[in-house]
């Protein structure tokens, strides 16, 4: 079987998934822009984007500040996420950085 999802033709974005025969399969049984995914694309879903020009996939963009890695398809924030291990972080767009997040006891 075949994995495949359906394109959202003016934005981009996966509106459907189905497993099928094959490609051509669902191009002639069903109307719109389909695309086949292959084993890379195993956690593409409904409300992900599609890059028709390099023929990947991303997330939605997290947040405005954030800009699409064209290597990776990955979103990177404008500042690096500080890298400590014992404090967990989460991003401000307010104030475009990151901030530690309080312990809820």
Same mark, same amino acid.
């Given at each position: 079987?075949?994995?495949c999802? *359906?394109?959202?033709?003016?934005? #981009?974005?996966?509106i459907n998934?189905? $497993?099928c025969?094959s490609?051509? =399969?669902?191009?002639?049984?069903?109307?719109g822009? =389909?695309?086949? @995914?292959? !084993? *890379? !694309?195993?956690c593409?879903?409904?409300g %992900?984007?599609?890059?028709?020009?390099? $023929?990947?996939f991303? *997330?939605?963009?997290?947040?405005?500040?954030?800009?699409?890695n064209? $290597?990776?398809?990955?979103? %990177?924030p404008p500042?690096?996420k500080?890298?400590? !291990?014992?404090d967990?972080?989460?991003?401000?767009?307010? %104030?475009? #950085?990151?901030? @530690?997040?309080?312990?809820t006891?």
């Open positions: 079987m075949t994995r999802v *359906k394109i959202n033709e003016n934005t #981009n974005t996966v998934s189905i $497993e025969e490609l051509e =399969w669902c191009k002639t049984y069903h109307r822009l =389909w695309v086949e @995914l292959g !084993d *890379k !694309d195993k593409i879903g409904i %992900d984007i599609y890059y028709p020009q390099f $023929e990947r991303s *997330k939605p963009q997290p947040y405005p500040s954030w800009t699409l064209l $290597e990776t398809f990955l979103w %990177d500042i690096p500080p890298n400590n !291990d014992n967990l972080y989460t991003w401000s767009e307010e %104030d475009h #950085n990151w901030v @530690l997040k309080h312990p006891n």
